[in-house]
């Protein structure tokens, strides 16, 4: 966990007091961090402009994957993770695939789990990590199970296992 003195206050001997009384009374909201807020969804090269995965911040997770009126296909990733930069390929052919079918009501986003510290519920301890957020109901998310080969066919099934729409 994060706890962070504000950057406001004065660090005095009181101050550095109050905030050590405030931790351990679990009276401290927990500081996040978050990358910068992108304006539309990641372009990939050698793909239609059309055709984008949402990248996902913590500032934006509650209104992109909680407060959805989709359902969310979400990526964990780290930038260092050799395994993500393999998998991100067949990301994007599923995105497309769906995108192509007219599948509009599943919104395939990521996020990078390395910049961006989320509540611990949604929190993940190892990438890459696909989650997948039906509409709605936060509560009932479903994880790709980590022995599960990821292949395009793979996150469609899932997908289609898993999706509130009527399809």
Sequence with gaps: MQHVLQPTTTLSVDSLQNFILKFTNDDLQRFLRSSAVPDVGVPH??????????????????????????????LYYAPWCGLCFRIFHLYLSFAKLLQNVGLHE???????????????????????TIIFFPVGQANNSVKLPEKEQITVLSLVKFTLKHTTQSI
Excluded: K
């Design 106 to 128: 599943v919104l395939v986003s990521r996020i990078d789990g390395d910049a961006n510290d989320l509540p611990w519920q949604f929190s993940v301890s190892t990438y890459p």
């Design 45 to 74: 090269q050698g793909v239609s402009s059309n055709v984008f995965i949402q990248e996902v911040t913590t500032e934006t997770f509650h209104q992109i994957v909680l407060n959805n009126t989709q359902d969310v296909m979400l």
